[in-house]
């Protein structure tokens, strides 16, 4: 069965600390990239970082200095370090696994909300 498992997500303060991981089970084959994208309420998914192989990676420019994305040897676990969140940051944070073949796989979602 494939999984693909968000998490580490919760409520913080502005100006606080979360990281984000996601982990894909290991009968996923040829994996290209992995990357976190999320959704606010009432607003279209947009991606947020994307690791790719030979460690290619891409920011979404609203996250540039605040977020790094990360992964482990094996490519099958990625991590989203967020520092010095904001409300906007706010949202539903999802995984997507990136395969070099036609069919990509999501994650459920993790929340992420960060309020006083």
């Known amino acids: 069965q494939v999984q693909v498992v968000e998490s580490g997500g919760g409520l913080v303060q502005p100006g606080e600390s979360l990281k984000l991981s996601c982990a894909a089970s290991r009968n996923i084959a040829g994996i290209y990239a992995m990357a976190w994208y999320r959704q606010a309420p009432g607003k279209q998914r947009e991606l947020v970082a994307r690791?790719?192989?030979?460690?290619?990676?891409d920011y979404a420019d609203s996250v540039k200095g605040r977020f790094t994305i990360s992964r482990n040897k094996a490519f099958n676990t990625v991590y989203l370090q967020m520092n010095n969140l904001q409300p906007e940051d706010t949202g539903t944070y999802y995984c997507?696994?990136?395969?070099?073949?036609?069919?990509?796989?999501w994650g459920q979602g993790i929340q992420v909300t960060v309020s006083s």
């Open positions: 997507k696994v990136v395969r070099s073949g036609p069919i990509d796989y």
């Open positions: 690791i790719a192989v030979g460690a290619n990676i």
